[in-house]
Every structure is written in C-alpha cells, then in structure tokens.
C-alpha cells in the first residue's frame, strides 16, 4: 500500500464561515488570516495504489468548469490531477476507483471535463468506479437550502450516465486495507477512508476534520449543516484515531497535512505532524 497526498490547488474561506460559533480573538491563534478575515485552504487529493493492482483516488477538488462562478473564493495555484498523475507514471484511464468523501465543488469537480471539440462533459476518470454514499447522492439531486449552491450536477452527471457510480449505504471495504466509513453532520452521508498500512492506519478526514484547528470538538464550521450531528461524529472518530494511534490526513489545512492526535482529559489536540 502506497500513499501519496496531492495538493490540487487553494482557495479562500471566510474565516468566520470555517470557525463558525469561535470568535476570531481565538482561531486566529490557530489559523492564519488575511485583512479580510480570509484563509487559505488547500484541496487535497490523496493517490492510493496497492500491490493488487488498485489505483484510487480520494477527491478531485475543484476542476475548473466553474471558476468564474466561483470567482468569490479566489482560486489559485491549481493544477490539472491528470497531468500530477502523469508524474507519477500513471494515465487517468489506469485509475480504477474514485472514492468522493462527498459531492460539494471543491471535492469532486475534477470529475468531468469538458471536450473541447465536442463541448459536452466526459468522465476524468473513465474507467473507474466512482464511490459515493446514497445520502450523499439524494442530497445532491435534491439539496437543502443550505447546500444547494454547494453542488452542480455537471460535475457528477456524465459518472452516473455512464454507469461509473457506485453508491453505498453502510461501511464497505472496497479492497483489503481500504474501508470506507460513513459520516454525517457536515453534510449527509460523508465517507471517511480509512487506509491500512504496516506503519498505521490513515484517515481521509474530509469535512468532518477539515484543519488542525478543528481536531477540538466545538470548533465547528458554519458550512456544517448538522452542527450537534458533527460534534457527537468528531467526538466518535477521534476517539478511535487516538486509542489506535491512528494518523488524520485534513483535505484543507494548508499548512498541516497529516498528523496523529492525542486526548488530554477531555481536550483534543494534533501530537505528531506526518507526511
């Protein structure tokens, strides 16, 4: 099992919206900020490959189909996933599986791609089987208020069309030593990978986790749709990561990567950066 963290591009989110009910006077001391109260957030892609031949992806970030209507959040820095998987001797049709922790932009719009000669939307990944929780997928074709201008359905809609979604309703292993385990609070149905290696067992935290900042239980973003869902959720897979010393990949800190957490009484906190 080989794990490699790509970094796809940044963003800035309101500092407010990350932090949400903490005042700034505290997660400024945790989290940088521009004069806007804007902070940088990385869109991470994690490349699995394993000895039997799988290779998978875990998000996709942003893509770049909607970066004009998205103009608010100052995209920078983005590179193009299939030409980082070039670098590293594979060809996107080689991937076999995508797994996408959830359908918000900034994780799975790298999904499809626009043909320049036809103009209509092709899958990124055409030969893979795209894995997404069925809350996750109802959510998106019938979003809440408060999510709907989170999902566009040109980014999903070619993976469905050709039969490359594959939809799961409880915790599923999808190969030996890669478990996807489900999530809500943030949004309905989030998977959590969880990645078995000889060293320790790593975990794509997604938006349950986003930064370091927020490995403490409270400190709950505003883009949360289930707030009180999300902290009993933080609370269930941090637990777990530190009885087993397990290690926590965040998708958006970008300036942490990957770290194991540890409990002091009842305050949650990062022990051992990684990666």
């Not at 039997?52 to 992806?57: M, Q």
């Not at 594959?166 to 030593?177: A, E, K, R, W």
């Amino acid at each position: 099992m080989n794990i490699q963290i790509i970094d796809t591009g940044y963003f800035y989110a309101d500092g407010g919206a990350m932090f949400g009910a903490i005042p700034k006077t505290a997660w400024s001391r945790r989290y940088p900020s521009n004069e806007t109260n804007g902070c940088i957030l990385s869109m991470r892609s994690l490349l699995i490959t394993t000895d039997s031949g799988k290779v998978i992806l875990v998000d996709n970030g942003a893509g770049n189909k909607h970066l004009k209507q998205l103009g608010y959040y100052n995209f920078f820095d983005l590179v193009d996933l299939g030409d980082e998987l070039r670098k590293r001797g594979i060809e996107p049709g080689q991937v076999t599986d995508v797994i996408l922790t959830h359908l918000h932009f900034d994780h799975c719009g790298y999904s499809t791609q626009t043909d320049k000669k036809t103009g209509g939307l092709s899958p990124s990944f055409p030969n893979a089987t795209h894995w997404v929780s069925r809350k996750q997928w109802e959510n998106f074709l019938h979003p809440n208020a408060l999510e709907k201008d989170s999902y566009f359905i040109e980014n999903m809609q070619a993976i469905a069309d050709r039969n490359l979604l594959q939809l799961i309703d409880t915790d599923t292993n999808i190969c030996p030593g890669v478990e996807l385990r489900l999530f809500d609070g943030h949004t309905p149905g989030q998977i959590v990978p969880y990645i078995d290696t000889p060293e320790r067992t790593y975990v794509f935290v997604g938006d349950v986790i986003p930064l370091v900042a927020s490995v403490s239980p409270e400190w709950i973003s505003a883009y949360d749709t289930y707030p009180v869902i999300s902290w009993n959720e933080k609370i269930r897979l941090l637990d777990e990561a530190c009885n087993k010393g397990q290690a926590l990949i965040y998708c958006h800190d970008a300036y942490t990567k990957c770290s194991t957490v540890k409990k002091v009484n009842n305050f949650y906190t990062k022990e051992k950066i990684l990666l």
